[in-house]
């Protein structure tokens, strides 16, 4: 599919598609669409919505951070107003009533953006590269499971259960036919992409059972950004359409391999359309090593970015069950041992695939930090470490390996809260640590299990 989506003047878009109702999107830290439902004449008559800036400071449980943690926000809670962007405006296609979905920018009422918002922290890092006359291009790369259902949380997660009536077991890596188990599902995937505009590419089976991966086209990383949360949103819908859950958790079961959000990255000169990252004689140019260079550098500090969920740790536990999720920050060419990975083609294709992102990520903060780490290489000229031609699984982890270390470092990175916001990188900080505390207020299966009558 090659569908591109433009930006279309909304007037005549909601009368040629018969709009009725308007769904206003915000994408919150998690990841999560907050926003409101409104009748389209409202909407087009000036109906402009409004929402508290407090649904940026939300955990992923519904809570927020303790008063000490805030001591740098603004307890009034002030009212936003959701801009539409005209080039995220996308059809409901499930909706029996014409409906709209578009994704808005936040403004308070005195014209200034919100900062903490993650489509303008993406935002703020692409004027970065715009002021320089660069243009960053990206292609993500989604990974999922399909599951049963499951109403109780204490239950395990098992695959589903196809056309054949068997539930699939065992490693079906690149399996058309274990595609095809679920084809119903996918022709009304494809069917909703479709309708929507969303470019996406490939479908494969992934290495677990009932794991696949979709493939978007490469493009402008902010409506790529928009396009993922719309897809990771069709998606959902059109499991439960077919007695089945969609999941984007980085590691939903305990003996399967987790979900990434694989982004690969290039960069094009704005007025020529250029590869910079395209040196002489077909090797990478001094620019490409200074964004590697970055990456490598200040990748550690933005885990929180890639990896934000107590879960996605599990994913990049090292040796971890069916794991191929790289834990250090090697680069090497065609080598998926690396968490930076350079495929092997024309120089005009010069990229590096960013392998540490999980699928659970916000997809603006997850390229935002990944093109703040690029971009800081660049400006340093940072020179990359020589690419790993070997395996990188005996290299040690050079990440941190927890939640607790992962914010620490975040918190004292005073290079990305600078490119980032340090108002946003405080915010978010407080938020990710108040979700880790309300985990480990949980008492956990394996816990009862273990200690309950043995300690």
Known sequence: MTLKHHPVVLTDWFEEHRITEVECLVSDLTGILKGKIMPAGKYLNGGRPRLP????????????????ALRFWNAAELDMQLIADPAAAYLVPWAEDP??????????MNGEPVEIAPRHVLK???????????????????????VKTNTDPDYPLEPPIGRSGRQESGRQSFSIDAVNEFDPLFEEMYDYCEAQQLDIDTLIHEEGAGQMEVNFQHGDPLYLA???????????????????YATFMAKPMANEPGSAMHLHQSLVDAETGENLFAGDNGQPSELFMNYIGGLQTWMPAAMPFFAPNVN????????EYGGSAPTNVEWGYDNRTVGLRVPVGNAEATRVENRLPGADANPYLVMAASLACGYLGMMSRLQARPPLTGTAWTGGVALPNDVGPALDALDACEALADVLGERFVKSYLAVKRAEHLAYYRVISSWEREHLLLRV
């Open 53 to 68: 800036d407090s649904i940026f400071i939300q955990s992923v449980t519904g809570g927020y951070p303790d008063d000490e």
């Open 99 to 108: 409906t709209a979905q578009i994704i808005h920018d936040c403004y308070y």
């Open 124 to 146: 703020r890092v692409l004027a970065l590269y715009e002021a320089r006359g660069w243009k960053p291009v990206i292609a993500p790369e989604v990974e999922f499971y399909l």
């Open 226 to 244: 928009d396009q993922v949360v719309i897809f990771k949103r069709t998606l959902r819908e059109t499991a439960l359409r077919h007695g089945m």
């Open 312 to 319: 996605s740790w599990r994913r990049l536990m090292p040796n």
